[in-house]
């Protein structure tokens, strides 16, 4: 008898039923956080593809000597980046979830051929339920994003 007892291999229905137990309280416990973490991540990246175009705008207009004009069109979190010389797009974006929530760009941004805004200030985006602050500062043209 004690042979069979040593050749058994495997586990128990009641060390398997555990198992399933202590699998099934992490995966409800990591499963609540995982839709906020991808709308986190999600509202992230979107705000940092808002930073890059403007940084692009600045950098177009250093490089091309030309005056550059960040139009928005709220409430949705929408832009255009426009060439003044010669009308040209440079980029633009588009998404329908987000929104402007204040701005103090009543008209935009225009950078000038040296590259610097023409004014300082914020815009408040919210993705979702996250909600985010981009900060042009007037004088470096630096640009910070910030969650709120």
Known sequence: MSKLILH???FTLI???MILLVL??????IG?????LIESAEAKRQVNIMKQDFQLAAYTALIKKT???VEFHPPH??????DQKDGEIIASFQHQKGSIKSSTFPKGIYFNVNGHPSSGGSLMIQF???TYKL????????IHVHKQ
């Not at 099934?24 to 416990?29: E, K, P, R, T, V």
């Not at 900060?135 to 630096?142: A, E, F, P, V």
Request: glycine share 14%.
């Open 32 to 36: 609540g956080k995982i839709p906020n």
């Open 77 to 82: 979190v929408s832009y255009r980046v426009v």
């Open 135 to 142: 900060t042009i500062y007037l004088g470096s043209g630096r």
């Open 128 to 130: 979702g339920s996250q």
């Open 15 to 17: 060390e398997q039923l």
């Open 24 to 29: 099934s309280i992490l995966l409800s416990a």
């Open 8 to 10: 058994d291999k495997g």
């Open 67 to 69: 005056r550059v004009h």
